[in-house]
């Protein structure tokens, strides 16, 4: 949850986490359904197809980010010259990989999306570097859409 958008605050009211704790199973689960009492509940202000849709992550639009306004964070952190000399991968294959990706239209937002993680907790975590994102150029709030 320290890397997520955590949208459950409202649950963790401790009156109503210690009064659910108590309920028995029976209420909390209709068959395969969880959240039976919850569901129940909401049926008066929340539409059916809502109640019962199965759950739904967050989506983000890395592919869009790293096409267009966060273009440099990929240059930076998987190309750069600090990335590329360290060997995790093979220089020649993460060129090629951003440049498919950027340039030829192919997807690789999740690869390319784990590898800018690497490189970055390798530099907090391995080099002891802890620029904020506020002082790094490529990392500052900008308007995508």
Known sequence: MAA????????????????TAKMPERLKWLGAATKYVLR????RIS????????K?????????WFRGSY????????????ALPRGVFNADFGRSVVRRHQVDGEVYSERLWAFV???IWQRQYCEG???????DPHLQSRHVG
């Open 40 to 43: 129940k509940r909401m049926k």
């Open 71 to 82: 273009r440099s964070i990929v240059d930076k952190y998987v190309t750069g010259e600090r």
């Open 117 to 119: 993680n690497l490189e």
């Open 129 to 135: 570097e802890h620029t904020a994102p506020s002082e």
């Open 47 to 54: 539409p059916e197809p809502i109640l019962w849709r199965s």
């Open 56 to 64: 739904v992550g967050f989506p983000v639009p890395i592919l869009a």
């Open 4 to 19: 997520s958008i955590e949208s459950r605050v409202p649950f963790l009211d401790h009156k109503l986490v210690e009064y």
